[in-house]
């Protein structure tokens, strides 16, 4: 099958692949179909088994071939063809009511620790890695986004618990008085331990409405500068995808496909984003290379430090701020030096997964995105991370830290996304004084209680 794809593709032969001579059962692949599996290899199309095996004498199974033509059938896009994407990307900010539901896997694994780390470790994992959250949201906005309000149902499933629990908010930042609930349906798992004048309360209250805002830190102005300064990124980032010079192959065309609406059959386009570690590092650091030379980036960058000098109410901070953003444009040279000499030493430091990170976007025929579905894989390794960031800071790193270690998180998310400017409704509960508490009344009775424990253990 690595020939065939390979002649298909017309891809170069690839008989020295160093990656190839990594996997495990090296030996096990005939001469002949050397060259074109480095070659398939190479380009992604073919990656072995988890256990890092090629099986090339074995047959292979349906899925493994489907996973392969889908990988072949995916193409690269320029920068200047993926801007239907980053225009799906830009008017999703535009939404004013849609409605939600997604799924989210964390998947925890650790080597290189000590038998007592790998055994609590492992009891963590255990739990984690069983574990499924689920999510359906609700939103509705006014035109200018000073009115929200939203509604959030969350569902944790792992071995031996259920967690499962509402949030809603309530915000209006459209006058001069800010108001902001938030209100947090308490979990049954949790409701037991409560603090026994609190039992029975079923909602939790965080409310901060009525606050003067008529000095440095109204909300209102803050979100409309905010809402300014994004627009200048978008235009700016918009104008980085006209000029790129590199393509570095990380966004995908994945084909169409044909989805069932209120309306009947619709098309939509599936957008990857795919980056490895590699890759990872030289998006960002030609990105920041090239934007920290750009003027209207540097510009962007200046108003946006003197906008938070100008709601900063620490005189410190503020003096600082508009220092950093005075020196902004001297300092380019500088800066630039410094972080090209960290990326370099980052080299070294392995950081995302073998899986790397994918992400699939759907976007429907009326340029929405409806649907967010991908992986992600990150890898902290202790000693090396500790060197490199010890090296950036111009210090000296400790031997071995004393949690020495290869942690590796992996995420998986699907998340679909409707109803998009529909007849939405969200209504919050209603809370009354017999059914609910504030923030400040749970924490008083938390530590009442403790203090309680504390004078029972005493006796």
Do not use: C, H
Not at 205 to 214: E, K, L, R, T, Y
Not at 292 to 321: C, R, S
Not at 350 to 365: E, K, M
Not at 375 to 395: H, Q, R, S, Y
Request: net charge negative; aromatic share 6%; charged share 30%.
């Amino acid at each position: 099958m690595a020939a065939i794809i390979s002649r298909i593709e017309k891809l170069e032969p690839n008989p020295d692949s160093e990656i190839l001579k990594n996997y495990v059962d090296a030996n096990d692949i005939p001469e002949w179909s050397k060259a074109d599996i480095g070659a398939v290899v190479v380009k992604g199309y073919m990656r072995g088994t988890p256990e890092n095996q090629f099986k090339a004498l074995a047959q292979i199974a349906r899925a493994e071939v489907v996973t392969a033509l889908d990988r072949v059938a995916t193409k690269d896009l320029t920068a200047a063809d993926a801007k239907p994407l980053f225009d799906a990307i830009r008017k999703q900010q535009e939404i004013k009511t849609m409605e939600s539901k997604g799924s989210l896997y964390l998947a925890l694994k650790a080597d290189g620790l000590s038998e007592e780390e790998q055994a609590v470790f492992d009891e963590i994992a255990d739990v984690v890695n069983s574990t499924k959250i689920d999510a359906a949201s609700k939103a509705v906005m006014n035109d200018d986004g000073t009115k929200v309000t939203a509604e959030t149902s969350l569902s944790a499933k792992a071995k031996g618990f259920d967690v499962n629990t509402t949030i809603w908010v309530d915000m209006d930042m459209s006058g001069d008085t800010q108001k902001l609930t938030e209100v947090v349906k308490v979990p049954e798992i949790l409701a037991g331990f409560m603090p026994e004048e609190l039992q029975g309360k079923e909602y939790l209250v965080i409310d901060d409405q009525g606050a003067n805002q008529s000095n440095a830190g109204n909300p209102k102005e803050l979100m409309e500068a905010s809402k300014k300064l994004q627009d200048s990124m978008m235009k700016i980032i918009e104008k980085y995808m006209d000029e790129a010079n590199t393509d570095f192959g990380i966004v995908k065309d994945r084909g169409i496909k044909v989805i069932n609406t209120s309306e009947g059959k619709d098309y939509a386009r599936i957008y990857q984003i795919r980056l490895d570690d590699a890759t990872l590092k030289a998006v960002i650091k030609n990105s920041v290379n090239d934007l920290a030379q750009d003027k209207d980036f540097i510009k962007l960058v200046k108003e946006y430090m003197l906008m938070m000098a100008e709601f900063e109410t620490n005189p410190e901070v503020k003096a600082e701020l508009e220092k950093a953003a005075a020196e902004l444009e001297n300092n380019t040279d500088a800066f630039i030096a410094s972080f090209n000499k960290a990326m370099d030493i980052l080299d070294d430091v392995t950081l995302i997964g073998q899986r790397g990170i994918a992400i699939d976007y759907t976007v429907n025929s009326q340029g929405y995105i409806i649907n967010e579905k991908g992986n992600a894989d990150f890898v902290v390794d202790t000693t090396k991370l500790g060197k490199a960031i010890a090296e950036i800071a111009g210090e000296t790193a400790a031997e071995e830290p004393t949690t020495a270690g290869v942690y590796s998180i992996g995420i998986d998310f699907d998340t679909d996304i409707f109803n998009i400017n529909g007849d939405i409704k969200v209504e919050m509960p209603t809370i009354t004084k017999e059914n609910s508490m504030t923030v400040e009344e749970l924490a008083a009775a938390l530590a009442a209680q403790a203090e309680a424990n504390q004078d029972d253990t005493i006796e």
